[in-house]
T-cell receptor
Framework: DAGVTQSPTHLIKTRGQQVTLRCSPK?????VSWYQQALGQGPQFIFQ???????QRGNFPDRFSGHQFPNYSSELNVNALLLGDSALYLC??????????????FGEGSWLTVV | SQQGEEDPQALSIQEGENATMNCSYK?????LQWYRQNSGRGLVHLIL?????REKHSGRLRVTLDTSKKSSSLLITASRAADTASYFC?????????FGTGTQLKVEL
């Protein structure tokens, strides 16, 4: 049973460029969330996707956008990259409806470096 | 923004000793979770404690929750070198979690 998989694992981009990160949820899960974790900090919630729609959003600018596909996989897009976007981007999945006590599974993350 | 903070920020102990880390949070909660993160990798769920529970055990882990003080503690007994990692507390529901700043634990041989 595959867990949450993310790609790529590492990438380097230049300021002003755009990046797309990908996530496949754990088998049987239908809800995907994305988190940004700067070095030395805890993860911060970016947004959540369910039924191909953004359901909740954290305090992130519109440069951060996403998409969920019919097979529940998801993409995170960041436009006009800034140096401060350098971070580990984590994808998490769960099964909708089990809110209380829901165990959330995280992927290994994608390391983004903006130079 | 972070929900709260873990204390201490860093902890170094010898193998076999117990490690205790604390977490404070700001808002009312339904449950609190603890996660572990090996260096630069994904988060692994350790344990969840509900707001009506005061203590919970899982193997070498013991978690307490004091909702009146808005705080929780994680105790790792008989630590091992493999326990070296960052530990985070998290509150929230569904996939939307709010994490603390983490405690970096180093267990030395």
């Amino acid at each position: 049973d595959a867990g949450v998989t993310q790609s790529p694992t590492h990438l380097i981009k230049t300021r002003g460029q755009q990046v797309t990160l990908r996530c496949s949820p754990k088998s049987g899960h239908d809800t995907v969330s994305w988190y940004q974790q700067a070095l030395g900090q805890g993860p911060q919630f970016i947004f959540q996707y369910y039924e191909e729609e953004e359901r909740q959003r954290g305090n992130f600018p519109d440069r951060f956008s996403g998409h969920q596909f019919p097979n529940y996989s998801s993409e995170l897009n960041v436009n006009a990259l800034l140096l401060g976007d350098s971070a580990l981007y984590l994808c998490a999945s769960s099964l909708a409806g089990r809110v209380s006590g829901n165990t959330i599974y995280f992927g290994e993350g994608s390391w983004l470096t903006v130079v | 923004s972070q929900q709260g903070e873990e204390d201490p920020q860093a902890l170094s102990i010898q193998e076999g000793e117990n490690a205790t880390m604390n977490c404070s949070y700001k808002t009312s909660i339904n449950n609190l979770q603890w996660y572990r993160q090996n260096s630069g990798r994904g988060l692994v769920h350790l344990i969840l404690i509900r707001s009506n529970e005061r203590e919970k055990h899982s193997g070498r882990l013991r978690v307490t929750l004091d909702t009146s003080k808005k705080s929780s503690s994680l105790l790792i007994t008989a630590s091992r070198a493999a326990d070296t990692a960052s530990y985070f507390c998290a509150t929230g529901g569904g996939n939307k979690l709010t994490f603390g700043t983490g405690t970096q634990l180093k267990v030395e041989l």
